[in-house]
């Protein structure tokens, strides 16, 4: 499966992006994660289905992850962006057998991240 995430950019805070990941291929379970410099990377959001999402907790109303199964594409919409959102996000895909969650270690597949940079 490979992964292919658009989107990024710079905007002021307060701000919007949307972040865009195609999959080549049908692939059950996908999430966000990011990465700021000089620090680990983490979980941001992850689609089960339209009724189950899950958010790293101080993200949660500002950012929101959908998907298109049709066009095998996740998206994030991040609004009201902060400088300390400033990170590469990169889309992940799994192929477990339940639900991954925001569990970094259970993602198989990874893109080759987005730059998103957030001025004060």
């Known amino acids: 499966v490979q992964l292919v995430e658009s989107g990024g950019g710079s905007v002021q805070a307060g701000g919007s992006l949307r972040l865009s990941c195609a999959a080549s291929?049908?692939?059950?379970?996908m999430a966000w994660f990011r990465q700021a410099p000089g620090k680990e990377r983490e979980g941001v959001a992850a689609?089960?289905?339209?009724?189950?999402?899950v958010y790293e907790d101080s993200l949660k109303g500002r950012f929101t992850v959908s998907r298109d199964n049709t066009e095998n594409t996740l998206y994030l919409q991040m609004n009201n962006l902060r400088p300390e959102d400033t990170a590469m996000y990169y889309c992940?895909?799994?192929?477990?057998?339940?639900?991954?969650?925001?569990?970094?270690?259970?993602?198989?597949?990874w893109g080759q991240g987005t730059q998103v940079t957030v001025s004060s």
């Open positions: 992940a895909a799994s192929s477990a057998g339940s639900f991954p969650g925001l569990s970094e270690a259970s993602y198989h597949y």
């Open positions: 291929e049908y692939i059950y379970w």
């Open positions: 689609w089960r289905s339209s009724s189950l999402t």
